[in-house]
């Protein structure tokens, strides 16, 4: 690649996500590097690691973004990129040894916790849930006095979709002293908000869906590691499984994160004049984003972020006339221009009602609703948001 990992070190994030990735320069060269469609290699003889070999080990329209990710997260060895981000979390999750105990935030993304909760109930390994902002909770159960020190340490953080943050640094660190390995879900913050590997975890997962790719039009998941042999057995996991993006959706993904650095300074900057207007709102019961002062998870977010993320959620307060779920459902179906729609990190504003999906767990409110800010005018998504509120009472 045109762009070596030290000299990206030596640049800003913004220009990373323009500038890595791209075809060695020559004359006559493309600016972007090609799709790649075939399913195997011209070869002869022994396969060795270095070797491409069949389209299920590597394809060349894979490294660019591979490399860009690592990049943008300051990991020494290249990222994998994945079908999608459930996959990735499958691939993550078999660096368990059998029956190995696994701590996971009680709040995370719902697919992680179904795959764990699966993987559990067949006595695949041992599944601890928890508070992730309570660090000596964590610290608890990953080195119990009366049980198995645990062998993973799950991180999200903001989680999905409370947005509790997590100490990261005291939690890596705790979980490195009870010998387990630590995973951490960057999704939400992107590396240009949140580095996980510069805090101290070993694997960073990435639903590359989301604001890395950033247009809804792509399914991939992504892993990133300093590690050798982690990353050689995620490497081999990937292979076995078959878990392989294909060319065309990898080739969306990296045209996608050209513009990230963008969507994340327009997105977040909403982000932060919705969240001051709608705490104020009588029809919101509560609210949620790392960005206000008062939020709970505000200062360790500013100790350990740049920026708050794109995500807030709001609780819409019920009267005597509906329950908060069912004003919450109806604000969501009142909106114009926002999109009722799961998903996130788009450039359009998603919004839904999280407790419609049956596997949320049932201590996530059910009047919650989460909102992905995207890039529109933030006073356009005001006055959506305004009037479907202000539908409540006529």
Same mark, same amino acid.
């Given at each position: 690649?045109?762009?070596?990992?030290?000299?990206?070190?030596?640049?800003?994030?913004?220009?990373?996500?323009?500038?890595?990735?791209?075809?060695?320069?020559?004359?006559?060269?493309?600016?972007?590097?090609?799709?790649?469609?075939?399913?195997?290699?011209?070869?002869?003889?022994?396969?060795?690691?270095?070797?491409?070999?069949?389209?299920?080990?590597?394809?060349?329209?894979?490294?660019?973004?591979?490399?860009?990710?690592?990049?943008?997260?300051?990991?020494?060895?290249?990222?994998?990129?994945?079908?999608?981000?459930?996959?990735?979390?499958? /691939?993550?999750?078999? *660096?368990?040894?059998?029956?190995?105990? !696994?701590?996971?935030? +009680?709040?995370?993304?719902? =697919?992680? &916790? $179904?795959?764990?909760?699966?993987?559990?109930?067949?006595?695949?390994?041992?599944?601890?849930?928890?508070?992730?902002?309570?660090?000596?909770?964590?610290?608890?159960?990953?080195?119990?006095?009366?049980?198995?020190?645990?062998?993973?340490?799950?991180?999200?953080?903001?989680?999905?979709?409370?947005?509790?943050?997590?100490?990261?640094?005291?939690?890596?660190?705790?979980?490195?002293?009870?010998?387990?390995?630590?995973?951490?879900?960057?999704?939400?913050?992107?590396?240009?908000?949140?580095?996980?590997?510069?805090?101290? /975890?070993?694997?960073? *997962?990435?639903?590359?869906?989301?604001? !890395?790719?950033?247009? +809804?039009?792509?399914?991939? =998941?992504? &892993? $990133?590691?300093?590690?050798?042999?982690?990353?050689?057995?995620?490497?081999?996991?990937?292979?076995?499984?078959?878990?392989?993006?294909?060319?065309?959706?990898?080739?969306?993904?990296?045209?996608?994160?050209?513009?990230?650095?963008?969507?994340?300074?327009?997105?977040?900057?909403?982000?932060?004049?919705?969240?001051?207007?709608?705490?104020?709102?009588?029809?919101?019961?509560?609210?949620?984003?790392?960005?206000?002062?008062?939020?709970?998870?505000?200062?360790?977010?500013?100790?350990?972020?740049?920026?708050?993320?794109?995500?807030?959620?709001?609780?819409?307060?019920?009267?005597?006339?509906?329950?908060?779920?069912?004003?919450?459902?109806?604000?969501?179906?009142?909106?114009?221009?926002?999109?009722?729609?799961?998903?996130?990190?788009?450039?359009?504003?998603?919004?839904?009602?999280?407790?419609?999906?049956?596997?949320?767990?049932?201590?996530?409110?059910?009047?919650?609703?989460?909102?992905?800010?995207?890039?529109?005018?933030?006073?356009?998504?005001?006055?959506?948001?305004?009037?479907?509120?202000?539908?409540?009472?006529?």
């Amino acid at each position: 690649m045109s762009l070596s990992r030290e000299h990206a070190a030596d640049l800003s994030p913004e220009t990373v996500v323009v500038a890595a990735g791209r075809p060695e320069r020559g004359h006559d060269q493309p600016v972007n590097p090609p799709i790649v469609l075939s399913s195997t290699y011209f070869g002869t003889g022994a396969l060795s690691d270095a070797d491409r070999g069949y389209g299920r080990y590597a394809n060349p329209t894979w490294d660019p973004f591979e490399e860009a990710l690592a990049q943008l997260e300051g990991a020494e060895l290249p990222g994998l990129l994945y079908a999608s981000g459930l996959a990735a979390v499958s /691939s993550a999750l078999s *660096l368990l040894p059998a029956g190995g105990v !696994l701590v996971m935030p +009680s709040h995370s993304y719902a =697919g992680s &916790l $179904v795959m764990a909760s699966e993987l559990a109930a067949k006595g695949v390994l041992e599944l601890r849930t928890v508070d992730i902002a309570d660090t000596e909770a964590v610290k608890a159960q990953l080195a119990p006095a009366d049980g198995k020190p645990a062998n993973m340490l799950w991180i999200e953080s903001p989680t999905n979709p409370m947005l509790g943050i997590a100490d990261v640094r005291a939690l890596t660190a705790a979980a490195h002293d009870a010998g387990a390995i630590v995973v951490t879900d960057n999704t939400f913050s992107t590396p240009l908000v949140q580095q996980p590997l510069e805090l101290g /975890s070993d694997v960073v *997962l990435h639903s590359v869906t989301k604001y !890395l790719a950033g247009h +809804s039009d792509v399914v991939l =998941g992504a &892993l $990133v590691t300093s590690n050798p042999e982690l990353r050689s057995e995620l490497l081999h996991h990937r292979i076995i499984h078959g878990a392989i993006a294909g060319p065309f959706e990898a080739w969306l993904a990296l045209r996608g994160l050209r513009t990230l650095a963008l969507r994340i300074e327009r997105s977040q900057a909403s982000a932060m004049t919705l969240a001051e207007r709608l705490r104020a709102h009588p029809r919101v019961e509560s609210i949620r984003f790392p960005g206000l002062p008062d939020d709970p998870g505000h200062e360790r977010a500013k100790s350990q972020m740049k920026g708050f993320g794109s995500i807030l959620c709001i609780q819409v307060a019920g009267d005597g006339n509906r329950s908060g779920a069912e004003a919450a459902d109806e604000v969501v179906r009142a909106l114009q221009l926002w999109i009722p729609a799961t998903s996130l990190g788009g450039v359009e504003s998603l919004i839904e009602r999280r407790r419609r999906h049956t596997a949320e767990p049932l201590s996530v409110p059910d009047n919650l609703v989460r909102m992905s800010i995207g890039i529109e005018n933030v006073e356009d998504l005001w006055s959506d948001l305004e009037q479907a509120l202000k539908a409540l009472d006529s």
